[in-house]
Every structure is written in structure tokens, then in C-alpha cells.
Nanobody
Framework: QVQLVESGGGLVQAGGSLRLSCVASGRTFSSYDMGWFRHAPGKEREFVTA???????YYADSVKGRFTISRDNAKRTAYLQMNSLKSEDTAVYYC?????????????????WGQGTQVTVSS
């Protein structure tokens, strides 16, 4: 069992930056694929970015060049650096983990989820 706790959300003006963190319980964090998803009101949960255990990274087209995913295995933490934020980035952001996320963009590929952290971008 893995527990995920996100932090770092908040209110920011358009063009600003935020860094989200996701701390995982357990000793095998380095073997997990990690993903970030977001859910805005009236929309389906949306893939944002993912980083595999082997450091391969994936990004949604909407965030490429603005968002960066990283991980620190010693701290059992995944990060999401968000720059040049836009109003359309407003959503609840969720961290997800799985030992083998077959399709990194699919929510169903991840067995473990955090509780989410709200990101609000004001225009």
C-alpha cells in the first residue's frame, strides 16, 4: 500500500509559478511510475505529466514547455514545477503512482492516488 500526499497548491496570478510536491509512503518509491492529473469543474480528469521509474518523462501538449516533472527518490517525492500559468490551468491536481503504469496518460493505469491540491490561476 502506498499513500500519497500532495502540497503546494494555491492562488496565483496568470503568468506566475507554483511547485507542487507529492510525498509517498513506503520504501520502494524509486520503482514506481509517478503521474500528475488534474480535474477542473465540468471536465473529465486530465493527464498532465508523468515520470517513470527509469526517469522517462511524458507531457500533455497543453503543458509542454511550461510544466516540468521531477522526482527525488531519496525524499520519496515527486514534483511538478508549473510556470507561465494560465487561467485554464485552474483545477484540482492529483498525484498518482503505480509500479507499472502501462499507459502513462490513462488514470486507470495508476493504483494509488493522493487527495488532490487546488490550483487557482486568476486572470
Amino acid at each position: 500500500q502506498v499513500q500519497l500526499v500532495e502540497s503546494g497548491g494555491g492562488l496565483v496570478q496568470a503568468g506566475g509559478s507554483l511547485r507542487l510536491s507529492c510525498v509517498a509512503s513506503g520504501r520502494t518509491f524509486s520503482s514506481y511510475d509517478m503521474g500528475w492529473f488534474r480535474h477542473a469543474p465540468g471536465k473529465e480528469r486530465e493527464f498532465v505529466t508523468a515520470i517513470r521509474w527509469n526517469w522517462s518523462t511524458y507531457y500533455a501538449d497543453s503543458v509542454k514547455g511550461r510544466f516540468t516533472i521531477s522526482r527525488d527518490n531519496a525524499k520519496r517525492t515527486a514534483y511538478l514545477q508549473m510556470n507561465s500559468l494560465k487561467s485554464e490551468d485552474t483545477a484540482v491536481y492529483y498525484c498518482a503512482a503505480d509500479q507499472n503504469a502501462g499507459v502513462t496518460t490513462a488514470p486507470g493505469s495508476y493504483a494509488y492516488w493522493g487527495q488532490g491540491t487546488q490550483v487557482t490561476v486568476s486572470s
